[in-house]
């Protein structure tokens, strides 16, 4: 039961423009939204998070971008720099209950 | 410790095998979880303990797989009777427990069932 989806499994951007990886949820009652980086052979790194009471949060480079109503979420980056290339996961969980669920991943590249 | 540690890193075992994977969490993370991510996939949820409440066991994908976790710290997942298909990366995390609280992951194991 697949309740966090990630339908792009890569992207490659050039380096200095926007990255928009994208996250769609189908359980109504997630109220927490997490992006996380993964480089290879490393656990996951946690990157910023948004809770369902906002519409945007936004750290540097980083945006993530919340629309309840189409059960959707993006994460932005501009701009775009190599070190930005790695495995991008969405994550959710939902109140009182942390059992937190992962999309399958999107491969960001990032080209100098 | 400082981080989430795993152990072993890496374990080839052949099929029938039972094999046990070890976690250890950031001090004073009442929250562990464990994922997979299997080749090409995304992180698949196996189980999860919040303090001393009963584990959300939901995600593990037969009676093969069991996990404890001992005096609300290490954890234990156990893969019995390994099968080809359980090869992947075994990933532990732990957080304060709080909702919506991020996660620290481990480095994970990587299993190798020949």
């Known amino acids: 039961d697949q309740q966090v989806k990630q339908n792009s499994p890569s992207l490659s951007v050039q380096e200095g423009r926007i990255s928009i990886l994208n996250c769609d949820y189908t359980?109504?009652?997630?109220?927490?939204f997490l992006w996380y980086k993964k480089y290879p052979a490393e656990g996951p790194t946690f990157l910023i998070s948004?809770?369902?009471?906002?519409d945007k949060n936004e750290d540097g480079r980083f945006t993530v971008f919340l629309n309840k109503s189409a059960k959707h979420l993006s994460l932005h980056i501009v701009p775009s720099q190599p070190g930005d290339s790695a495995v991008y996961f969405c994550a959710a969980s939902w109140f009182n209950n942390n059992d937190m669920r992962f999309g399958a991943g999107t491969r960001l590249t990032v080209k100098p | 410790g400082a981080g989430v540690s795993q152990s072993p890193s890496n374990k080839v075992t052949e099929k029938g095998k039972d094999v046990e994977l070890r976690c250890d969490p950031i001090?004073?993370?009442?929250?562990l979880y464990w994922y997979r991510q299997s080749l090409g996939q995304g992180l698949e949820f196996l189980i999860y303990?919040?303090?001393?409440?009963?584990?959300?066991k939901s995600g593990l994908p037969s009676d093969r797989f069991s996990a404890e976790r001992t005096g609300g710290s290490v954890s234990t997942l156990t893969i019995q009777r390994t099968q080809q298909e359980d090869s992947a990366v075994y990933l532990c995390?732990?957080?304060?427990?709080?909702?919506?609280?991020?996660?620290?992951f481990g480095s994970g194991t990587q299993l190798s069932v020949l």
């Open positions: 948004i809770s369902s009471i906002k």
């Open positions: 303990f919040q303090g001393n409440s009963a584990p959300d």
């Open positions: 001090s004073g993370h009442t929250a």
């Open positions: 995390a732990s957080s304060r427990g709080h909702t919506g609280e991020k996660l620290f």
């Open positions: 359980n109504s009652m997630f109220d927490y």
